[in-house]
Nanobody
Framework: QVQLVESGGGLVQAGGSLSLSCAAS????????LGWFRQAPGKEREREYV??????????IYADSVKGRFTISRDNSKNTLSLQMNSLKPEDTAVYYC????????????????????WGQGTQVTVSS
């Protein structure tokens, strides 16, 4: 099993930046595909895919809504996942979750939240207009 803990959320003005981190313990993250998801206010039943990264870190996938603004990265040696968020918009306001799921070394990250096995508790990101 792997435990995931997010940090770095907060309140920022539109156009600003935040950097989210996800620290893993209990197992090495190099075994897992990793992703970031978010749940916006009033959409508790929708866990929106944000970005994903494969095990080697060589394949990155982004939702169209964040492409060009967000950057996902991982450091397998430090057991961490990161999400750099720039040019933030009010519609980026949400609770952000990191997730880990099984996959081969060459698999792309999943965009379907149901394929991820482990989840963090979430960190709140609020973007004011």
């Amino acid at each position: 099993q792997v435990q995931l803990v997010e940090s770095g959320g907060g309140l920022v003005q539109a156009g600003g930046s935040l950097s989210l981190s996800c620290a893993a313990s209990g197992s090495t993250v190099s075994f897992y595909l990793l992703g970031w998801f978010r749940q916006a206010p009033g959409k508790e039943r929708e866990r929106e895919y944000v970005a994903g990264i494969n095990r080697s870190g060589g394949s990155l996938i982004y939702a169209d809504s964040v492409k060009g603004r967000f950057t996902i990265s991982r450091d397998n040696s430090k057991n961490t996942l990161s999400l750099q968020m720039n040019s933030l918009k009010p519609e980026d306001t949400a609770v952000y979750y990191c997730a880990a799921g099984p996959g081969s070394w060459y698999s792309d990250a999943y965009t379907d939240y149901q394929k991820y096995t482990y989840w963090g508790q979430g960190t709140q990101v609020t973007v004011s207009s």
